[in-house]
């Protein structure tokens, strides 16, 4: 497979100004008429459009059709030799939606068809110039049969509706605002609906629709909430409106990812719309309001303003993330969604940013472009555009974000430009901060520090490692947050520094005794601190920033966690500690994460050379250890939390849901038959899903007599509900009980499993390639059963394919023995005949 690479970029050479498309529906295939307007850029005589799997019918340039000699179709592209300086191209292609398993392009989930463009998508529908540099103003007609399809929904307002005799119907779309062909959108069904209104702060009405499955209609109040207070907020805060008089959002059952921001037609992974609290646990319902949002959001950032080429992408979905973060940060609680959104960077970029697969957040070259839809780009990227947050400050950066709606509107841009806004606006220098869209890996800094004659010295060191081509890269630029506390705990100084030397210090004087530091507060930067020492029961007593006083029990549990893997006893220290927290008078929500022990892919990542038996071990120990020490006071904070009766999904039962169902985990380490009875008496009788899946979760890893029961029951209740079985299939394929392989296995053939929908591969499959006790286990089991499922997913949808080849990517840091099994593995999956280009990329990257 070829690679494309961003220094290769040229401008196109035709504009389409308008182009009008009408799809007609049947059974077995639908027929695509295409007529574009073009204009000539500069001097070429050739059209290529990119077309994919497409059949030709006819074609008609200035309405005389076309022979055969005047044009060529090759496996990507279809040309048209002598083109004028402006023409008009008409196009007619039949395609097979209900044969589309890629899930790109027109298909079908289920009975409903739609559509999935970005990034190259549309070239499956219609030949075209499929990218985002393109912006074209659409028009669509869709025609189906009128008792099948009564709802036919394309992007922007609706025009017109057509008759038709032999019971079939029409209706045309028009968006005014130009657009790349990645947000085109289609979409064809019989569906239940769930209607608002919102108001724009100018006035304008704009009507608001949820479409889903029939039946569905009750389990959208939450999303439909979610979505205008995602308008309003984008009003209040960066001062961006509406802009067309319908907002529609489809709800779909088989889709790659979360959702997708076509202009006025959003189409979501049912996952991501349907909830109520019978079927969705309190994290589904944060994930709704946050997807809702960040769909949304790219109405401004992404759709009228876009990307220039692929490797801009970061441009939209980093900025997007930020601004969905900032919002839901704003909606809940702020101190609660930076260390989760901290925690889901660690658990997944900082993994990607040392492995293989490591790449800049604007990538230099790709060979399959949907691999890059990556944590780096989304999530890493969302933290370059919080530094710069940070460095202008709020006032600042809103007035840069102006300036780059004014500048940029209705254009397609890179990160440069959005960069020029922000140093236009802000006032300063970003030429050595850019560094962040070029360099890959996370940035480490070295903490040592002095004091002498009452003066504090604080000595950074960056540790700037290599590409994963091996070529030399830069110190970086960056806000660094720090402070000093004295040690009777008063703050004694805060300072956000600038690092962006390789070594640098600063010093502070006045200090009668020695301070300890509080560094990084607020996760000010996406970086790896290395301190040789620090006093982490201090800063979990004192630190004032909440973020800091999180990493200061996750590092104090680490170094415990750490020692005993190397043979010592449990830190008492650190035992103290732990009841200290568990005393604290604090926010619910904020307590059940300071109360969590580090995770085992954290212990992973720390480690020179992996091997999991060992930290699970540990982990166990320390679990345990704690919940026999602390027993009583866990169960009645348990007890003083527990309201089985209650659903209400309100920020203090969210709280108390989190933090009585963490106790309960913990004390699920003491295995004794009390917690399970406990565990299966809130699977019983609570009524929120929450309670259900945390209760399911401890049944399956204290008593198994009673967790068989527990699950039977689940299966039986929820079997009809794919949604709710994912999370059944989810926690099987975590359970670290020994038998479980087998289990994942024999799951494959459930009647509700299906290797097609992408949901239930993530859920069965992909989770149990996350099930590190499993997946890394000692006979190789694990990662053959995956391989497998990589060969036989391949060839259905390269994507969910890719997806899981990822899951190799901690191959280079693996012990020789698990290096050994699996690179047999890969070594085999590679030289599967026929393997996509998604795959292939990602194990070719991992095995060099
Ligand atoms: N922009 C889409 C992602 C498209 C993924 C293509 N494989 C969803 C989002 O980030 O909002
Ligand atoms: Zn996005």
């Known amino acids: 497979p070829q690679a494309i690479y961003l220094k290769d970029y040229k401008k196109p050479s035709f504009a389409i100004r308008e182009v009008n498309l009408t799809f007609e529906l049947f059974e077995e295939y639908?027929?695509?008429?295409?007529?574009?307007?073009?204009?000539?850029?500069?001097n070429v005589q050739e059209l290529r459009l990119h077309a994919e799997e497409l059949e030709l019918l006819e074609v008609f340039l200035d309405d005389v059709a076309l022979d055969q000699?005047?044009?060529?179709?090759?496996?990507?592209?279809?040309?048209?030799?002598?083109?004028?300086?402006?023409?008009t191209l008409k196009i007619v292609n039949k395609i097979y939606p209900h044969k589309n398993t890629e899930l790109e392009g027109l298909y079908k989930s289920g009975d409903i068809f739609c559509t999935q463009c970005?990034?190259?998508?549309?070239?499956?529908?219609?030949?075209?110039?499929?990218?985002?540099?393109?912006m074209s103003v659409f028009t669509t007609t869709v025609i189906a049969d009128k008792e099948k399809y009564p709802i036919l929904l394309s992007n922007g307002n609706k025009h017109q509706c057509h008759e038709n005799f032999d019971g079939r119907h029409g209706v045309t779309w028009h968006d005014p605002h130009p657009k790349p062909s990645y947000l085109f959108a289609l979409v064809a069904g019989d569906l239940g609906s769930v209607s608002d209104e919102f108001t724009t702060m100018s006035g304008n009405k704009v009507a608001l629709n949820i479409y889903v499955d029939k039946g569905n209609e009750s389990k959208c109040s939450h999303a439909m909430r979610s979505l205008k207070e995602a308008m309003r907020w984008d009003e209040e805060t960066y001062g961006r409106e509406y802009d067309l008089d319908i907002y529609n959002i489809v709800a779909v059952d088989s889709f790659n990812m979360g959702a997708m921001e076509n202009k006025g037609l959003n189409i979501f992974n049912s996952a991501y719309v349907l909830a109520n609290t019978d079927t969705a646990t309190d994290a589904n319902f944060m994930g709704i309001e946050s997807v809702i949002a960040h769909e949304y959001f790219h109405n401004w950032t992404g759709n009228r303003i876009t990307c220039r080429d692929w490797f801009q992408l970061t441009l939209k979905e980093g900025l997007t993330v930020f601004r969905d973060q900032s919002f839901s940060a704003d909606m809940n609680s702020r101190e609660v969604q930076r260390i989760e959104d901290v925690k889901g960077l660690r658990e997944r970029q900082f993994v990607e940013d040392a492995s293989p697969t490591r790449h800049p957040i604007q990538p230099k070259s790709y060979i399959s472009m949907n691999n890059f839809y990556t944590s780096t780009v989304y999530e890493k990227g969302a933290e370059v555009i919080r530094m710069m947050h940070t460095l202008l400050g709020e006032e600042k950066y809103r007035a840069a974000m102006d300036l780059y709606f004014n500048t940029f509107d209705g254009e397609a841009v890179t990160t440069g430009d959005f960069v020029w806004a922000m140093e236009q606006a802000g006032g300063i220098d970003l030429k050595q901060f850019q560094l962040w869209y070029h360099q890959s890996g996370t940035p480490r800094l070295i903490v040592d520090e002095k004091f002498e004659n009452g003066v504090y010295t604080l000595m950074l060191t960056q540790k700037i490692l290599d590409d994963v081509d091996g070529s030399k890269q830069a110190p970086m630029y960056y806000p660094l947050k720090m402070a000093l506390i004295n040690q009777d705990g008063a703050l004694a100084l805060e300072k956000m520094l600038i690092v962006s030397k390789e070594k640098e210090s600063f010093s502070f004087d006045g200090f009668a005794f020695k301070p300890v530091l509080s560094i990084n507060r607020?996760?000010?930067?996406?970086?790896?601190?290395?301190?040789?020492?620090?006093?982490?029961?201090?800063?979990?007593?004192?630190?004032?920033?909440?973020?800091?006083?999180?990493?200061?029990?996750?590092?104090?549990?680490?170094?415990?966690?750490?020692?005993m893997m190397q043979g010592s006893k449990i830190d008492e220290a650190f035992v103290e500690a732990y009841g200290y927290l568990l005393d604290l008078d604090i926010d619910l929500s904020y307590k059940a994460l300071l109360l969590e022990l580090p995770s085992i892919s954290t212990l992973m990542q720390r480690q020179e050379v992996i091997d999991c038996q060992i930290i699970y071990s540990a982990h166990e120990d320390l679990a345990k250890h704690l919940a026999d020490v602390f027993q009583e006071k866990l169960l009645q904070i348990y007890k003083e939390n527990h309201n089985p009766d209650s659903d209400a999904i309100d920020a203090k039962s969210i709280a108390q849901r989190a933090i009585k169902n963490r106790v309960l985990k913990l004390l699920s380490a003491s295995e004794t038959k009390e917690i399970a009875l406990i565990a299966k008496e809130q699977y019983d009788n609570s009524i929120t899903m929450t309670d259900r899946v945390t209760a399911l979760d401890v049944l399956e890893h204290t008593d198994e007599p009673l967790a068989e029961e527990a699950f039977k029951d689940f299966y039986n209740k929820y079997k009809d509900n794919t949604l709710v079985m994912n999370k059944y299939f989810g926690l099987l394929s975590s359970s670290l009980r020994d038998d479980i392989l087998h289990r994942v296995k024999t799951l494959q053939n459930d009647?509700?499993?299906?290797?097609?929908?992408?949901?239930?591969?993530?859920?069965?499959?992909?989770?149990?390639?996350?099930?590190?006790?499993?997946?890394?286990?000692?006979?190789?089991?694990?990662?053959?059963?995956?391989?497998?499922?990589?060969?036989?997913?391949?060839?259905?949808?390269?994507?969910?394919?890719?997806?899981?080849?990822?899951?190799?990517?901690?191959?280079?840091?693996?012990?020789?023995?698990?290096?050994?099994?699996?690179k047999r593995e890969l070594m085999r999956v590679i030289s599967t005949q026929g393997l996509s280009k998604n795959s292939f990329e990602i194990i070719d990257k991992i095995l060099k």
């Open 751 to 822: 009647e509700v499993y299906d290797d097609k929908v992408p949901n239930l591969v993530r859920s069965l499959v992909g989770t149990f390639a996350r099930n590190h006790k499993h997946f890394h286990a000692k006979d190789g089991e694990g990662y053959k059963f995956v391989a497998d499922k990589i060969v036989e997913i391949d060839k259905i949808n390269p994507q969910m394919a890719s997806g899981l080849c990822s899951t190799f990517k901690i191959y280079d840091k693996m012990n020789k023995e698990n290096q050994k099994l699996m």
């Open 30 to 42: 639908t027929i695509v008429t295409n007529v574009m307007k073009f204009l000539k850029l500069d």
């Open 69 to 87: 000699e005047s044009y060529t179709i090759d496996e990507e592209s279809l040309s048209v030799k002598n083109v004028a300086e402006s023409f």
């Open 118 to 134: 970005e990034p190259e998508g549309f070239r499956r529908i219609t030949p075209y110039l499929d990218r985002p540099d393109v």
């Open 522 to 563: 607020d996760f000010s930067a996406p970086i790896i601190i290395e301190q040789q020492e620090s006093d982490y029961a201090f800063l979990m007593k004192y630190d004032t920033n909440s973020f800091t006083q999180y990493e200061a029990t996750q590092n104090f549990a680490i170094e415990t966690l750490e020692s």
